[in-house]
T-cell receptor
Framework: AQSVTQPDIHITVSEGASLELRCNYS??????LFWYVQSPGQGLQLLLK??????LVQGIKGFEAEFKRSQSSFNLRKPSVHWSDAAEYFC???????????FGAGTTVTVRA | NAGVTQTPKFRVLKTGQSMTLLCAQD?????MYWYRQDPGMGLRLIHY???????AKGEVPDGYNVSRLKKQNFLLGLESAAPSQTSVYFC?????????????FGDGTRLSIL
């Protein structure tokens, strides 16, 4: 079964600074990988996804993520953070031919002025 | 676009009471899911449905029941609420059950059991 680890529970970043959120997965084959964002009081919104092909994927809101098979990682990045990026971010992994998504525990991002 | 709508948004129950959470989607999706979200644990799948009239257990099904009488609706029931069921509940739907299809989430139901 697949699993996901998000090593950072909470990250604080200054507005305008860069952001990187870590995600490590465990799965024997090529995984389907997702990043979701949850703003306070809201549901989860899909930021980006990776299935195959180019290992650098672009998402909404200026986010990107890079799939590194050798490191079993799918880290999320943003070059310049805005105050509205304060939220909780979830990495998720899916297996081929399976409905199930496994979510990480989430990383809370605080943006300071 | 409404997407996935959950009702109610908040609820406080006493131990032993029952209630039903409603999820409605207007995207004609086949698959629907109920998750619970607890601090430090991410989202855990309670039950899911692969189509109208079918349901199946997920990762943490105990204490919950579900029904999908209509394709657009997926109900989550608590027959006898317990404090351990205090959580935020999310409903999601996807076009198919293939995991490369993104799941679309509702805004959640915040449930407290006293």
């Amino acid at each position: 079964a697949q699993s996901v680890t998000q090593p950072d529970i909470h990250i604080t970043v200054s507005e305008g600074a860069s952001l990187e959120l870590r995600c490590n997965y465990s799965y024997g084959a090529t995984p389907y990988l997702f990043w979701y964002v949850q703003s306070p009081g809201q549901g989860l919104q899909l930021l980006l996804k990776y299935f195959s092909g180019d290992t650098l994927v672009q998402g909404i809101k200026g986010f990107e993520a890079e799939f590194k098979r050798s490191q079993s990682s799918f880290n999320l990045r943003k070059p310049s953070v805005h105050w509205s990026d304060a939220a909780e971010y979830f990495c998720a992994v899916g297996a081929q031919n399976d409905y199930k998504l496994s979510f990480g525990a989430g990383t809370t991002v605080t943006v300071r002025a | 676009n409404a997407g996935v709508t959950q009702t109610p948004k908040f609820r406080v129950l006493k131990t032993g009471q029952s209630m039903t959470l409603l999820c409605a989607q207007d995207m004609n999706h086949e698959y629907m899911y109920w998750y619970r979200q607890d601090p430090g644990m991410g989202l855990r799948l309670i039950h899911y449905s692969v189509g109208e009239g079918t349901t199946a257990k997920g990762e943490v099904p105990d204490g919950y029941n579900v029904s999908r009488l209509k394709k657009q609706n997926f109900l989550l029931g608590l027959e006898s609420a317990a404090p351990s069921q205090t959580s935020v509940y999310f409903c999601a739907s996807s076009e198919t059950g293939r995991s490369n299809q993104p799941q679309h989430f509702g805004d959640g139901t915040r449930l407290s059991i006293l």
